[in-house]
């Protein structure tokens, strides 16, 4: 161990290791006091930590580093050796040495106290007087009274004894501080040393190499090969390199290894550093060196790394147009959408901007200024001039983006090309200056249309109906004043004239019924739906009070829009209702509503007749019918005018239905919500 740490005094004298990794601080009024590091200046351990480790070689070439403190029982062994000692060779060289009683104890207890400090120092000191006073002052191997000069030079050797002993202390004790401020700066630089004897092929390790390498001390340090192999394949490759070259040609190494330690858990990495000792002779005979823990500055080194990789990943890729300056406007990375935009070659890294776009104009110039000043730039719309005549608009903004002390390092400029953009808006603008003018010319036509409708609907009621009262009259007039004289077949055709006369006039009420059902203007009134279905459904039991059918109406059933076209379409749907429940003994009608998706569904059910949904498509169109006239009489239009009411709503209508199994239809008044149709095609139930 002590040539160990000899060597380590050595390498410290030219090996700096702190947590910055910036040039180490050279400690002032430093020295080796035999064994021991010593520093005399104020803040020993703050230093020493601050710095991590650092010491120069001074004095003696064969200090020791980290020697443990000697033992209470050793300091007393040396404290009663030295004067014994000094007591040997006086009595024999005494003869020499008379009269001076004190020439080898005075070397003596220095030594104990300068070995041993305070304690072995008065010890020695006690021993040597005890000796002066038996063996070398008259009367010679006595204990009486000596001669009265004798006195004062015992007063002067245990006095000088004392200071010396007690200065002696005061040196182990700063050494001892020393000390430990070096082991402690040790263990938290987290630095092992290391060294090999290439002679013998012995090696020395610090406390702090077998915390690293996660070793048992009671082993003993690792054989060069089982040290090598603790290290990744590529870090083993290099460090075996490494070595090898600095036993062969003495050259200095220092690099990063990374360890794989023998828990397998995680991966550490060690700083590696060594170099050679030569001999008188100038040939290489040992190795040293430390290992030092910088897992955390690698991991941050390697973070950072990963970190810049996704920077320009995510740049080269991004959708958009951006490129990252520097703060001379040299480019640091462009995406591809930039490059592209711009028609740029690939190596425009590191190259300046304003040599690539030598006419760059002042105002984009001035932006860029602004921005590495620290100002955001924004242009929501400017032309480009590329350098081949083509012109295009873009939105753009400078950035500046800064380094981690907060200073501005230079500029981020986002582009986005709006040239369609810009073309559309325009092609929009003038779409909109002719619109009022097709509103107009929309509306002139619809007003014509229903204009053109008001006449149909006067021709109808008018023009139409005159002809079939007239058919209808005269046929009734033959009947009344010829009946007697015509054939029973001639009075049967003149009956049916009059029939279908009055069919036509029906059709023609309907189809006025069927246009008049939605014009105008839509009201938004509360309508109790409740009280007018009971309303409705009283009204066709008035007509027909002979039929038994049982009425269930949900109470509370509420809606809003136009009353009056509400009316003829609930009128339409119950009517319907009670018509195609004639033939049933038993027959129900029910009204009721339900909650879908946020909007409420009315609903009319009855167990009547029911019908085929393969027709359901001709359901709601005018004048088509799914039942036979003797059936079921009717004119086909009831359910086309509930759709339009319905539709004027903004509402949805469905049918349901089975042969025989009655049908129940359901409508909305107010917008499906999204994802819902108009149901055309009727589900079955």
């Not at 009486?144 to 030079?153: D, E, F, K, V, Y």
């Amino acid at each position: 161990m002590r040539e160990l740490l000899s060597n380590f005094s050595q390498l410290l004298s030219c090996l700096g290791v702190t947590y910055d990794s910036t040039a180490p601080i050279p400690l002032k009024n430093t020295d080796f006091v035999g064994a021991r590091f010593v520093r005399t200046g104020p803040n020993r351990l703050s230093a020493a930590l601050r710095m991590g480790l650092w010491a120069r070689q001074a004095h003696d070439s064969t200090a020791r580093y980290n020697e443990p403190h000697d033992t209470m029982t050793r300091k007393i062994l040396i404290a009663v050796a030295l004067p014994t000692t000094a007591l040997f060779f006086q009595w024999i060289l005494w003869p020499w040495l008379s009269p001076f009683v004190w020439f080898l104890f005075f070397p003596a207890s220095f030594l104990a106290a300068r070995t041993t400090g305070l304690v072995g120092g008065l010890t020695a000191a006690t021993i040597s007087t005890v000796c002066v006073w038996v063996f070398f002052l008259p009367p010679v191997v006595a204990t009486g009274q000596a001669s009265a000069a004798t006195l004062p030079s015992t007063a002067i050797f245990l006095l000088t004894s004392l200071l010396f002993s007690r200065d002696a202390q005061k040196r182990l004790d700063l050494i001892g501080e020393a000390d430990a401020a070096l082991r402690e700066a040790q263990r938290v630089a987290r630095l092992g040393v290391w060294s090999r004897d290439l002679r013998n092929g012995t090696g020395l390790w610090s406390d702090q190499m077998y915390v690293l390498l996660d070793h048992p001390r009671e082993l003993g340090p690792l054989s060069l090969p089982d040290f090598h192999r603790r290290f990744t394949a590529a870090s083993e490759a290099r460090l075996t390199e490494a070595i090898g070259h600095c036993a062969r040609e003495g050259v200095a190494f220092e690099f990063d290894a990374e360890y794989a330690r023998s828990d397998g858990d995680r991966r550490r990495w060690l700083t590696c550093r060594g170099e050679a000792v030569r001999d008188v002779r100038g040939m290489i005979v040992k190795l040293h060196g430390t290992l030092q823990d910088v897992t955390v500055r690698k991991q941050m080194e390697l973070a950072l790394v990963r970190n810049e990789a996704l920077m320009r990943l995510f740049i080269e890729h991004a959708p958009a147009a951006l490129a990252m300056f520097d703060h001379d406007m040299r480019y640091i990375a462009a995406s591809r959408r930039w490059i592209d935009d711009f028609r740029l070659g690939a190596d425009i890294i590191g190259r300046p901007h304003y040599e690539i776009f030598q006419n760059t104009p002042e105002n984009w110039r001035d932006a860029h200024r602004r921005g590495l000043a620290g100002e955001v730039v924004r242009e929501p719309e400017d032309c480009y001039a590329h350098p081949d005549g083509t012109a295009r608009w873009l939105r753009w903004e400078v950035r500046p983006w800064r380094d981690v002390d907060d200073a501005i390092g230079g500029i981020v400029i986002f582009t986005e090309d709006i040239t369609h953009f810009r073309t559309s808006r325009e092609k929009i603008r003038r779409l909109a200056a002719t619109l009022e003018q097709r509103v107009a010319e929309r509306t002139a036509q619809l007003a014509t249309a229903n204009e053109e409708l008001e006449s149909f609907c006067y021709a109808v009621s008018h023009d139409l109906r005159a002809p079939l009262r007239a058919m209808s009259g005269f046929s009734q007039a033959l009947v009344e004043d010829h009946g007697e004289r015509l054939p029973q077949e001639a009075t049967a055709y003149l009956y049916e004239i009059d029939l279908a006369s009055r069919h036509m006039g029906d059709l023609i009420d309907s189809l006025l019924a069927l246009s008049r059902s939605t014009r105008g203007d839509a009201r938004h009134d509360a309508v109790d739906m409740t009280r007018l279905a009971q309303r409705l459904l009283e009204e066709l039991a008035r007509e027909e009070p002979h039929r038994h059918v049982t009425i269930d109406v949900e109470q509370g059933l509420e809606a809003e829009g136009d009353a009056r076209m509400i009316d003829t379409a609930l009128r339409n749907l119950l009517g319907n209702a009670w018509k195609y429940t004639a033939g049933k003994d038993d027959a129900h009608i029910s009204v009721s509503s339900v909650v879908e998706n946020g909007a409420r569904w009315f609903r009319i059910a009855d167990n009547g007749a029911g019908f085929d949904m393969a027709y359901a498509a001709r359901l709601f169109q005018p004048f088509q019918r799914l039942h036979r006239q003797d059936e079921f009489p009717g004119l086909g239009v009831g359910l086309a005018t509930v759709q339009r009411i319905v539709r004027r709503h903004g509402g949805i209508i469905e049918a349901m239905s089975a042969p025989g199994r009655g049908a129940t239809f359901r409508f909305t008044l107010s917008p499906p919500l999204a994802g819902e149709t108009d149901a055309m095609a009727p589900r079955t139930i």
